[in-house]
């Protein structure tokens, strides 16, 4: 067992105890549904699970859009999300006067993207797919966005993801650690990728990550690193550039913010940053403090930078975001070692094959 104890903070060590309640019950769980005391129904058409083991921050969303932005123009997809902290319950499909308190931060952002697929949330997933298609009969397979320890639906194909820096191997159960399932649970994936990797990764450390993960023999393992678009203006959608002559003012309220800091680092003069909670619903008063800490720079070039899933909760001040230098950064995941179009391939066979049954 490699579990980085050293790196947990004071807090989160004095929470070990609730961890192994925490890993009891989900074990007990698990047991259920290996011996299948508990059901798990499959469905008449490809489901795509992508998901991890920790608590956010590897990455779901972007490579939910990656896979969407890949196979629209050839498949009829739907994604299907549980919609976190939405204000709503209940299955709810996305339409044009849809905000991110009636489906969550993440649907809204595909919904902004994708108009033409149908976005779809709700809590009880196994509820939810019939409805769905019942709406969307035409639909040829099913994104499951953060569904992988949601066993009640079993997917055809499971895309299991996990951060460079923090490797399920690597880390504790809830609440010392970020681990919500069993490490073991890896078996379970079809396809596993190690997200937020540096761009210069070797072949030497490909090789470690994998003998350290141990894929089974059937499963493929890939390897991404973050690339950063061009900002956009929050509402009028113009670009800027962030270079060495620019001051950054920072706005997040997602689970890991590390590597956008790191790209900041070396991007902008300098920058400086308001971090709220994971999936925070801006108010009216984040929203003065926002623009009056950006007030207090006082350098000749500077802007506010938001990520696209905080850019859905705070497009509700859209009048007052006009006239700010208020920008939104976009990311797409980048398959390293040239493996895009093998990742793509993988799915592609999968939805045909399916289709062939």
């Not at 790209?263 to 619903?281: P, V």
Request: hydrophobic share 40%.
């Amino acid at each position: 067992m490699n579990v980085n104890f050293p790196l947990l903070k004071p807090i989160r060590i004095l929470l070990f105890p609730f961890s192994l309640i925490y890993a009891l019950i989900i074990r007990i769980r698990n047991w259920f549904y290996d011996k299948r005391l508990l059901p798990s129904t499959s469905f008449n058409l490809p489901i795509i699970c992508v998901g991890n083991l920790a608590v956010g921050g590897t990455g779901k969303s972007p490579m939910v859009e990656w896979i969407v932005r890949s196979l629209k123009d050839r498949f009829a997809l739907a994604i299907l999300s549980r919609g976190y902290k939405r204000k709503t319950r209940g299955y709810a499909l996305a339409g044009e006067f849809s905000t991110a308190l009636d489906i969550g931060d993440e649907p809204m952002q595909f919904r902004h993207k994708f108009p033409d697929v149908p976005i779809a949330v709700g809590e009880e997933r196994m509820v939810a797919i019939p409805q769905l298609l019942h709406d969307r009969p035409g639909t040829e397979a099913i994104i499951l966005d953060d569904a992988f320890q949601h066993r009640a639906v079993k997917a055809g194909l499971n895309i299991l993801l996990t951060d460079y820096s923090n490797l399920f191997t690597r880390d504790w159960w809830l609440p010392s650690g970020d681990l919500r399932d069993a490490r073991s649970s890896y078996r379970r994936a079809d396809i596993i990728v190690v997200t937020k990797c540096r761009e210069d990764l070797g072949e030497d450390e490909r090789r470690a990550l994998a003998a350290e993960i141990r894929p089974l023999s059937r499963q493929q393992i890939f390897y991404t690193a973050i690339r950063y678009g061009q900002p956009y203006h929050i509402t009028r959608q113009t670009a800027a550039v962030i270079d060495d002559q620019v001051e950054v003012l920072l706005v997040t309220g997602i689970a890991n913010p590390a590597p956008l800091k790191r790209w900041l680092g070396e991007k902008s003069q300098t920058y400086y940053e308001l971090a709220y909670s994971d999936h925070h619903i801006f108010s009216i008063d984040d929203l003065h403090t926002i623009t009056r800490r950006f007030s207090s720079i006082t350098a000749p070039r500077k802007l506010i930078l938001t990520t696209e899933k905080d850019a859905v909760r705070l497009i509700k001040f859209r009048q007052e975001l006009e006239d700010w230098p208020f920008y939104v950064l976009p990311i797409t995941p980048h398959f390293l070692f040239g493996e895009e179009a093998r990742f793509t391939d993988l799915i592609v066979k999968f939805i045909i094959g399916f289709k062939q049954l």
